[in-house]
């Protein structure tokens, strides 16, 4: 495993503390794959919010990869006080996945040739703008799933 040139990781991870971020990357991973070339990834961990004291930004996260690689690198970090848990997505842009999941509207641009499926999920209402968003990003989707308890009305 020390002579990896290339590395393809997909990751789901459920923490009671901390989500993973680049300086987990860099020294669990990276450091210890010296021929490493190329590394894709599409991470997304995933805390139950139980009183933490401090909590990750998304500014935290993206300071977390300044010496990680030169690939644009994407995250987005969400706390959701109804269900009381937390969401970190990181990934290397362009996006190679064929599923997006759980998109907040914390989402920005980007666009993403290769996704199929998309699922969307807030304890915030989507506007119509958000959606307008989603179609030119994922301008290939095949299957769009919302998780939205709001109404319009409320």
Same mark, same amino acid.
């Not at 590394?39 to 300071?63: G, R, Y």
């Not at 989507?126 to 095949?142: D, G, N, R």
């Given at each position: 495993?020390?002579?990896?040139?290339?590395?393809?990781?997909?990751?789901?991870?459920?923490?009671?503390?901390?989500?993973?971020?680049?300086?987990?990357?860099?020294?669990? =991973?990276?450091?210890?794959?010296?021929?490493? %070339?190329?590394?894709?990834? /599409? =991470?997304?961990?995933?805390?139950?919010?139980?009183?933490?004291?401090?909590?990750? !930004?998304?500014?935290?996260?993206?300071?977390?990869?300044?010496?990680?690689?030169?690939? +644009?690198? =994407?995250?987005?970090?969400?706390?959701? !006080?109804?269900?009381?848990?937390?969401?970190?997505? =990181?990934?290397?842009?362009?996006?190679?996945? +064929?599923?997006?999941?759980?998109?907040? /509207? %914390?989402?920005?641009?980007?666009?993403?040739?290769?996704?199929?499926?998309?699922?969307?999920?807030?304890?915030?209402?989507?506007?119509?703008?958000?959606?307008? +968003?989603?179609?030119?990003?994922? !301008?290939?989707?095949?299957?769009?799933?919302?998780? %939205?308890? +709001? !109404?319009?009305?409320?």
């Amino acid at each position: 495993m020390f002579n990896l040139v290339e590395l393809d990781l997909r990751l789901v991870m459920f923490d009671e503390k901390r989500f993973i971020d680049g300086y987990d990357l860099k020294y669990n =991973i990276i450091n210890h794959l010296l021929r490493l %070339n190329k590394f894709v990834f /599409n =991470i997304s961990s995933h805390l139950p919010l139980n009183d933490q004291i401090s909590l990750s !930004s998304n500014e935290d996260c993206q300071l977390s990869f300044k010496d990680v690689q030169d690939n +644009k690198v =994407i995250s987005y970090v969400d706390y959701f !006080s109804d269900c009381k848990r937390g969401q970190c997505h =990181i990934y290397s842009y362009p996006y190679q996945g +064929k599923r997006y999941q759980s998109i907040t /509207n %914390n989402f920005s641009y980007g666009l993403f040739e290769s996704v199929r499926e998309v699922s969307l999920f807030d304890e915030r209402l989507f506007e119509h703008e958000f959606f307008v +968003k989603i179609a030119k990003s994922f !301008s290939f989707i095949e299957k769009l799933t919302v998780y %939205n308890k +709001k !109404s319009t009305e409320e």
